[in-house]
C-alpha cells in the first residue's frame, strides 16, 4: 500500500470513508458511484486540497482499505456482494487510519486532523466482532482527537450511530447528493477549520444532521487537546 505523506501546508486533514458493500447496497450501487464522483469533482477548486487525503475504504465480510491518496487521485471501486461485518470493519478501519497518522507525523511531524466516517444501510450481520468492540473502539478514536461520523442510509436509522458513541450522526435518502454536496461542505469545511469538528461534523446539513450526546466529557475535552498524540 503507498500512501502520501507529502502535503502543501501544515492544515493536514485526513478523511477515512467506510463505505457499506454488503448485498444490501446493490440498488443504491450507481449511487454511491455518481456520488463519490460529485465529490471528487466539488474539491477541483477549493485552496486547501493539496492538503487533504482520502482513504475509500470498502467492506462487506471482508475490508477493503483504501490508499490515502490526494481527492483528485481517489480510486472509486464500489461494489455489493456479502455480509454486513461492521464492527469488523470498524476494527480494522480505525487501526489503518492510526498508523497513517503516525506515518503522516513522522514524516512531516505535524499532527494531522482526522475524521473516520462511516456509512451503511443495515445492522451488522455474521459480524465477529461484537458490538461492544466496535463501540469501545469508536469511543477510543473519540478520546484520541478524531471526529467519528456515521451515515445511516435505506433501513439502517441513525439511532444505530448514536448507540455506537459516534460524535455526529446523519440520516440520509439520496446519497449522491449525499456525497456530492453535503459531505463534500463538511468535509470543506473541517479543512478550513483550526480545530476537529467534533459533534459539529454535519452542521451544515441541519435538517437530517444530528450530534450525538453520547459520549462523555473526556472525549469533548480531548477534542481540544492534542496531546493525546503523545500517550
Not at 24 to 48: A, Q, T
Amino acid at each position: 500500500m503507498i500512501n502520501f505523506t507529502r502535503f502543501t501546508s501544515d492544515n493536514i486533514n485526513i478523511f477515512l470513508i467506510l463505505i457499506d458493500c454488503s448485498k444490501s447496497m446493490e440498488e443504491r450501487h450507481e449511487e454511491v458511484i455518481k456520488g463519490l464522483e460529485s465529490f471528487k469533482k466539488s474539491f477541483k477548486n477549493f485552496p486547501e486540497v493539496d492538503s487533504i487525503r482520502v482513504s475509500l475504504t470498502y467492506f462487506n465480510d471482508e475490508v477493503k482499505l483504501g490508499e490515502y491518496k490526494p481527492i483528485k487521485n481517489m480510486k472509486i471501486d464500489h461494489y455489493y456482494e456479502g455480509g454486513t461485518w461492521l464492527n469488523y470493519a470498524i476494527l480494522e478501519a480505525a487501526e489503518n487510519l492510526r498508523q497513517y497518522i503516525d506515518e503522516v507525523y513522522e514524516e512531516t511531524k505535524i499532527i494531522p486532523r482526522a475524521t473516520f466516517i462511516v456509512l451503511s444501510d443495515g445492522d451488522p450481520c455474521g459480524d465477529p466482532v461484537s458490538e461492544n468492540k466496535g463501540r469501545e473502539t469508536i469511543r477510543n478514536l473519540n478520546l484520541q482527537g478524531i471526529t467519528t461520523a456515521f451515515v445511516a442510509c435505506g433501513n439502517m436509522g441513525k439511532e444505530y450511530g448514536k448507540q455506537m458513541e459516534f460524535m455526529s450522526t446523519i440520516k440520509v435518502k439520496d446519497i449522491e447528493h449525499f456525497f456530492g454536496k453535503e459531505l463534500s461542505e463538511s468535509c470543506k469545511e473541517q479543512s478550513r477549520s483550526l480545530s476537529p469538528l467534533g459533534s459539529s461534523f454535519f452542521s451544515q446539513v441541519k435538517s437530517s444532521g444530528e450530534s450525538s450526546s453520547n459520549y462523555s466529557q473526556t472525549t469533548a475535552q480531548a477534542l481540544e487537546d492534542e496531546d493525546w498524540f503523545n500517550q
